[in-house]
């Protein structure tokens, strides 16, 4: 029972302290806006072209959404000597850690419903499988959000982890299927698109909106969690290391 009031006061506090703020509302709603209007606008191909692009936006403003408050809040608490009172807490390191990171879950599921929500206003959204969809956002916004831990806790700096953030980000934007199937990208290129979590997230939210999925559902679903507990351990192993010397 106190853990669990732990994990609640923890969370609550985030939710406040970050991800509540007004600009953070604003940036996670901003930024799929943006993200939605500049690959329509590229695309040019009328509103029918707003169903087959949501895949590929809504997985980039969960990633971006997730890695980016993450990696921010847990570096600042870090630096401001602040993580280190709750480390000493009569909690599990797993609970802290769970704490931690669901607040940065929550903005990313939230992230990726927003372009769901502007393309239901231009399009007819009619035939999407939604348990499909819903259980994609929620482990990509997992997988994303261990990333981010795992980034915040290999570092010391804020702009160390924002860097550090784009080396993994960047690729997977044209790596991971997104807009265009890995198939279509050069042989040797390939193996490294099956090595990205994102690649597994995007088939799943590819088959939720157009049926269009390149690899077995239980597959994708297989790899994400692998990726998510994989990312999981690395980060307590990292902060036992370093963190609680």
Known sequence: MKQWIAFWSILAKDMRFYYLKPPN?????VFPLAWTAMFFIKSGEGLESIRALLPGVVALSVLFGTTSMLAVTVTFEKKGRSFERLLLAPIPLEVLVLAKTSGALLFGIANGFVPVL???????????????????????????????????????EVFEAQTFSNFFRFPMV???????????????LQPLSYALPLTYGADVLHAGF????????????????????GLFLLSQRNIRKKWTV
């Open 174 to 188: 044209f790596l991971c299927g997104l807009f265009f199937p890995v198939e279509d990208l050069p042989v040797w």
């Open 210 to 229: 157009q049926q269009q999925g390149r690899m077995p559902l239980g597959l994708d679903f297989l790899m994400l969690g692998l990726f998510c507990l």
């Open 25 to 29: 509302i604003s940036w996670g709603l």
């Open 118 to 156: 502007m393309a239901a206003f231009l399009t007819d959204l009619a035939g999407i499988h939604w348990p499909t969809v819903v259980v994609a956002i929620v482990l990509i916004a997992a997988g994303s959000t261990f990333l981010g831990l795992f980034i915040a806790v290999s570092v010391s």
